[in-house]
């Protein structure tokens, strides 16, 4: 006696998967339960994550102050210039603050600074202010009620009207209560205050103190990233989850295994009609690849709808790597499964069939 073809085989498949709807039912959804489990894992852990580096981010860890190693100044057009490189946000410099008097109910002292324009997105990457002539710390302006303008009142000049109000809060606390001058970019500066793109920050510091060759230099990063206990890059090539499609496609393989023993009198019968642990282990092999070929998508539909319903849609880029994990642990437990095909003894079943017919 013959045994199935190649197409038959395939077809008989499907046809068990179709006519066996209960025990196909529970193995998606238990397939969609677990991989949707791990890539909701995967996305909460990496969103967490770059919510911590976008803190560091706003904080100023892609900002470089440089300034001369032996005194002196920085020519304020060079630094300005670093503005228009590719590997550059932002860049601007300020001369050192001094004490200007503001005549506002009386005289009241203030520290004040000029810089060039380009330092104000640096200071406050929310700011709104493009240009101005004068522009105020947000703590200065609430504490005397000033708002973009107001004419403000300075010692032995003539008024000059406020211009904008920046936070700097976040990345220089003690500036909340500095006055800017913005000027041009002429003359010299005593700090160049840089901010690089995200991808240029490895080579940011040698690329900025290249950019003033004739003057020795140093760059130093507004906020030191070694004084946080976390570190985004290392936390997520360690994450637990990264190897958690070895797990799951185990127990999607042990889960195919118990099947395969649980049917193998439906095994022994097609034994009996000619056909070979071959034709067993395709027939598993389809009937596998279904489960997954629906569960995939699944578990990927309903994690990105929990995560989305309780911390944001994820991007692009975090869906991808969800999505890897669990076609991972798919891929593994589609090959495990089948193997139940090759462990049951189908001569002693195919035997004890005969006696009973």
Known sequence: MTGLSPFETVREAVHNAAA??????????????????????????SQDLLAFNELLDQAGRRVLIVAPTEG???????????????????????SPPE????????????????????????????SEVARATLVLGKTAADELGLRPGVPIHMAQRPPISLGGVIDTSVRNEAAGRWIFEVTPPVGSVSECWVEVEPWALDDARGLVEAAFPAISVAARPLIDVNQFTRDPVVE??????????????SVFGFMGLLSGWFRRAESGLYAVLGNGR???????????????????????????????WTGGIPSADLLLLGTRTAVLAAAMGAIIAPLGALAIPLKDIAALLKDRG
């Open 99 to 126: 004490f200007t008097t503001l005549l506002v109910s009386g005289p009241l002292r203030f520290q004040s600074a000029r810089i060039t324009v380009g330092l104000l997105p640096v200071l406050d990457p929310a």
């Open 72 to 94: 002196g100044e920085l020519p304020a057009s060079t630094c300005a210039g670093l503005g228009s490189e590719s590997w550059v946000q932002n860049a601007g410099g300020r």
């Open 20 to 45: 066996a709807r209960v025990r196909l039912a529970i193995q998606i959804v238990a397939w969609t339960v677990m991989l949707g489990g791990i890539v909701i894992a995967e996305l909460t852990f």
């Open 236 to 249: 997520l090539a360690k994450r637990p989850q990264r190897q958690a499609w070895i797990v799951i496609g």
């Open 278 to 308: 071959r034709h067993l282990l395709v027939m598993s092999q389809v009937e596998t690849l279904l489960v997954a070929y629906i569960s995939i998508p699944s578990s990927i539909l309903w994690s990105v709808v929990w995560v989305g």
